[in-house]
Every structure is written in C-alpha cells, then in structure tokens.
C-alpha cells in the first residue's frame, strides 16, 4: 500500500469519500428543486390541437362570453369543451373555406366529436369541482390566469396541492362579485363596501366549518 499512495492520497480520499456521502443530499435538493419547476407541475405548458382555435381572436377581440363555449362551468364539476355545433353556429356563415376550419367541417358532416388535447388537469384521484368555485366568486383568471390574451392554450397556473392549499387557507382576497368572475382582470377594480362585507361574512362561515383545509374536501 505505501508505494501505491502518495503522501496526499489519503486527503484525496477523504475529499472522494466526502463527496459521496453528500451525492444523496444534492439529488434530494434537485428533485425539490424541479418539482417547483414548469417541468414537473405543467405550468407554461401547450397542447398541439387539430385546429388552431384562438382565445385571443374569439374571447378577447370579438368578445364571446366564457359559459357561452363552457356551459358545464357554472352548473357542474366539469367546465366542458364545445362541440362542433357551437362553432358551427359563426363558422357555418363565415370563413367556410378557410382550410384550418376544415376538421370543424368534417366533424358536423360526419357527428364525429372534436377531439381537444387538455392542457389542464389534476390526478384522478383529486376532487376538483368548477361551479363552487365560479358561482362563490372564484374567477377564471385566477385558475386560467388571463386567457382572452392567449392564442394558444396555455397552463397558466401550477395546480400543485400546494396551489390549491394557497388559496384554501385565505381565501377572502381572491374572491370578487359574481358579475366579475369571467373578466380578464377581475382584480383590478375596488370591491363595493356591501359586496366586500358580504364575501367577508362567507368567508368566515366556511373557515368556521373548516372544510376547505380538510383532506377529505379534495381526496373523497
Ligand atoms: C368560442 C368558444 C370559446 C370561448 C368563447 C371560450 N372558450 Fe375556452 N376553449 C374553447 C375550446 C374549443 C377549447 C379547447 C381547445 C383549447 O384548449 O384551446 C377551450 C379550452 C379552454 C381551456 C383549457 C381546457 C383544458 O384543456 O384544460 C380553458 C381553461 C378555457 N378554455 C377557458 C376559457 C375562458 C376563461 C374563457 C372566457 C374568457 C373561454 N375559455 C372562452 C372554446 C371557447
Ligand atoms: C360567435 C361567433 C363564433 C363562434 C361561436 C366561433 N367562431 Fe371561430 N371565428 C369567428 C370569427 C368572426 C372569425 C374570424 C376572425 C377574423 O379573422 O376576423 C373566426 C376565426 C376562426 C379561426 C381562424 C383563425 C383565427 O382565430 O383567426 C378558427 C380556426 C376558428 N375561428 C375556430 C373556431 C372553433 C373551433 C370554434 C368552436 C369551438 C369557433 N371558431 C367558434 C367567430 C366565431
Ligand atoms: C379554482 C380554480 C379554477 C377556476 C376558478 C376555474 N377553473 Fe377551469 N380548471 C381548473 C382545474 C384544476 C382544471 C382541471 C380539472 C380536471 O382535471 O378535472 C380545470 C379545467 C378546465 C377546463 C377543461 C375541461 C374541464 O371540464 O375540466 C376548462 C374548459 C375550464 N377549466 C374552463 C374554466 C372557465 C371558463 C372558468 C371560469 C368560468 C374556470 N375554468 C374556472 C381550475 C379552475
Ligand atoms: C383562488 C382560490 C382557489 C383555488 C386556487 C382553489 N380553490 Fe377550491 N375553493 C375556493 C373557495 C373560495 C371555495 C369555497 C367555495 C364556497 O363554498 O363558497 C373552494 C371550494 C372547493 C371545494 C368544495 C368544498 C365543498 O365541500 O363544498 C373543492 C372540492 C375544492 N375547492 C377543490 C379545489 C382543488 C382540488 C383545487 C386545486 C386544484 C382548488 N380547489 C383550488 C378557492 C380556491
Ligand atoms: C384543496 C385541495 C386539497 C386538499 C385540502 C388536500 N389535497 Fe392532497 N392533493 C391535492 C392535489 C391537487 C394533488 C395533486 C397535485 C400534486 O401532486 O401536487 C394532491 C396530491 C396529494 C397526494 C399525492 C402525493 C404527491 O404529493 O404527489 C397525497 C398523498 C395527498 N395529496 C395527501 C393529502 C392529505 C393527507 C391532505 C390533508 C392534510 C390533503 N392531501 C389535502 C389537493 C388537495
């Protein structure tokens, strides 16, 4: 052994040994670190769809309502996509020859369904249900973040546990009046001195009956 190491070998080895033991720990610190990343939770992320269909174009610049396209919002768990037929209320009038229509043509020809790619979802074994949300003042954007700005579908939030568990334990400054939950920026205007005591009152009665923390709420 003694003609094999140099004299500095041995503090080599401790600096090697050392190294290994904290291997572990850097790995555990990367795994956190990209579990808060877009990578792991989806955040940011686009779906390739068959037809470009633009938010931008129909909800921001022509000014369609929301529960006009999603009518499960505000009545059940699912807010639901359109069918074929509520395009085809505008696109049997305009743009019938525009090529990127074309799968909305075929599908009202045949009755075969759109098929949309999602872009947001939760794990099966999550309970998340949309009209308690929208109908208690819960806005879309608060979800969605600001969709009438986006061409492309886009996850714009991380829903994480984590997330949802955010909003639960306070969630007085996110709510605003029910007239306000499908505008882009529901925040931005004062609440009316009526309004904010009556979401003030609402909010205390539910974190008396302290369900919105329980696990019970969203694992069931
Ligand atoms: C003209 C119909 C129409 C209108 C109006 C509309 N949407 Fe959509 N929405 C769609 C279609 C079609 C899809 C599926 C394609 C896609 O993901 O872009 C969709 C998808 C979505 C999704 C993503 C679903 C998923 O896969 O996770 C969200 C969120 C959404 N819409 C929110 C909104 C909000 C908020 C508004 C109002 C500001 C709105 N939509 C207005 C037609 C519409
Ligand atoms: C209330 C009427 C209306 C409804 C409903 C509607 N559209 Fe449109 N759509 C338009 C108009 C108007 C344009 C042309 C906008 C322009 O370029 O001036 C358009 C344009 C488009 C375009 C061309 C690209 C673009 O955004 O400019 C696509 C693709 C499209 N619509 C898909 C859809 C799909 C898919 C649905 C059903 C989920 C749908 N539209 C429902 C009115 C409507
Ligand atoms: C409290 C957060 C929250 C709010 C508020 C919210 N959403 Fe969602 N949305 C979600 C989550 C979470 C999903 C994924 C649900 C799943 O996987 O079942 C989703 C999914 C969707 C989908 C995909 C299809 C479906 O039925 O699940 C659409 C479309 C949608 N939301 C539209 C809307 C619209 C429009 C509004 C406002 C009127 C809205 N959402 C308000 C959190 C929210
Ligand atoms: C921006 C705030 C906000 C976010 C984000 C949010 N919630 Fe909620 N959630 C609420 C509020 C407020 C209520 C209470 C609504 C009411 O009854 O007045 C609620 C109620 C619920 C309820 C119904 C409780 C019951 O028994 O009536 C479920 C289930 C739920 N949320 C699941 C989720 C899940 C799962 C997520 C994440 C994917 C989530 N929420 C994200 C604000 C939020
Ligand atoms: C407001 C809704 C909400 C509440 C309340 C909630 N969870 Fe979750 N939980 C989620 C969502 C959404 C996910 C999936 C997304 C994720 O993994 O972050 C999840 C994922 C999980 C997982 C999967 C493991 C993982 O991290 O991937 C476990 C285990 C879990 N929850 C346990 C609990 C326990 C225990 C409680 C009560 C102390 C609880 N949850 C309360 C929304 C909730």
């Given at each position: ?6 004299p ?6 401790r600096?090697?040994?050392?190294a ?11 795994m ?68 990127m ?54 996850q ?65």
């Amino acid at each position: 052994m003694a003609q094999l190491f140099r004299p500095g070998a041995n503090s080599l080895l401790r600096v090697a040994l050392f190294a290994l033991l904290l291997a572990p720990l850097g790995l555990v610190a990367l795994m956190i670190g990209l579990q808060r990343t877009g990578y792991v939770t989806g955040q940011g992320r686009f779906a390739e769809q068959t037809v470009p269909f633009s938010h931008k174009h129909h909800a921001g610049e022509l000014g369609i309502d929301c529960r006009f396209c999603h009518v499960g919002v505000e009545t059940g768990a699912k807010a639901t996509v359109p069918t074929t037929q509520v395009c085809m209320t505008c696109h049997s009038q305009m743009w019938t020859n525009a090529q990127m229509l074309a799968p909305v043509r075929q599908s009202y020809a045949s009755g075969q369904p759109l098929r949309w790619s999602r872009v947001n979802r939760v794990p099966g074994y999550v309970y998340f249900d949309h009209h308690v949300h929208v109908r208690n003042g819960v806005p879309c954007a608060a979800c969605h973040g600001d969709m009438r700005q986006m061409p492309l579908t886009r996850q714009a939030t991380p829903m994480t546990m984590q997330w949802c568990l955010d909003c639960h334990r306070d969630p007085e400054k996110r709510l605003v009046p029910a007239d306000r939950v499908t505008l882009s920026k529901p925040y931005e205007q004062s609440i009316p001195e009526d309004e904010a005591r009556r979401i003030h009152a609402h909010v205390v009665g539910l974190q008396h009956a302290r369900r919105l923390t329980d696990c019970s709420t969203c694992h069931r």
